[in-house]
């Protein structure tokens, strides 16, 4: 089984190449190259990963390679989090890795959180599923400029 690791500046470099092998899918789906996990910086997510307020969660195989990772991000009122760029490398997509990763992050939140929100793409089946799957619920769509929608889901916890 995958150990879970904190993600911390350190690990900024693999996390980056992970999250653009995992989002080139997503690029492709949605017929946009530019999607921000795409172009993110190095120095850009290093500076995510030394913020107080976010929480990195990874899973690693036996050979200690990350094969997949989840940022949370808390609001200043500690009520919601945002959760984002969830990712498994492609080659350990279908094993269960993002629900894991999932339920991590719930485990793991402070009490204070009642509230997970996150979006995904439109062309995003799987992900739709994995989050209905988890109790998420739709709760409106916008328009990117590319002419696509974002899914915007939310979760109570409590």
Do not use: C, I, W
Not at 45 to 65: F, H, K, N, T
Not at 106 to 117: A, F, N, S
């Amino acid at each position: 089984m995958e150990a879970v690791v904190s993600l911390l500046v350190p690990d900024a470099g693999e996390l980056l190449t992970l999250q653009r092998a995992a989002y080139v899918t997503e690029a492709q789906a949605h017929s946009d190259l530019q999607l921000p996990p795409l172009m993110q910086s190095l120095d850009e997510l290093m500076a995510e990963l030394s913020a107080p307020s976010v929480m990195a969660l990874g899973l690693r195989d036996a050979g200690q390679r990350l094969v997949a990772a989840v940022r949370v991000s808390l609001a200043p009122t500690k009520a919601v989090a945002e959760l984002g760029r969830l990712v498994v490398a492609p080659d350990m997509q279908g094993r269960g890795l993002g629900g894991r990763l999932l339920g991590l992050v719930e485990q793991r939140l402070p009490r204070e959180v009642v509230e997970l929100q996150l979006f995904t793409g439109e062309h995003s089946p799987a992900n739709l599923r994995l989050y209905t799957k988890f109790g998420y619920r739709e709760t409106h769509r916008t328009r990117t400029p590319s002419g696509y929608a974002l899914v915007h889901l939310r979760k109570q916890l409590r």
